[in-house]
């Protein structure tokens, strides 16, 4: 963590840090320094489709909505 003191936080915040950044990945590059980042490589595999009504999860079939809600069993009808 860097802390700088600046004279006009209401001006100045945005600014200096930009080149504060800056200037370290300069003098970081120059000096040869590389600074790793987060890499993750994702596999998708797709063994199958779930079928209509089946959870993805477990395979299991779907529990049916509740007509309790009547704005929703209005809205289907």
């Known amino acids: 963590e860097l802390r700088v003191w600046i004279r006009d936080p209401q001006e100045g915040v945005n600014n200096i ?3 504060l ?7 970081f590059k120059q000096a ?10 994702v596999r998708l595999i797709r063994v ?9 999860d477990s395979g299991e079939g779907a529990e049916p909505e509740s ?3 009547p704005d929703r069993s209005a809205a289907r009808d």
């Open 17 to 19: 840090r930009s080149e």
């Open 21 to 27: 950044n800056l200037g370290i990945w300069k003098a």
């Open 32 to 41: 040869g320094i590389t600074i790793p980042f987060p890499q993750r490589d």
């Open 48 to 56: 199958g489709e779930p079928q209509v009504g089946q959870r993805a």
């Open 67 to 69: 007509d309790a809600d």
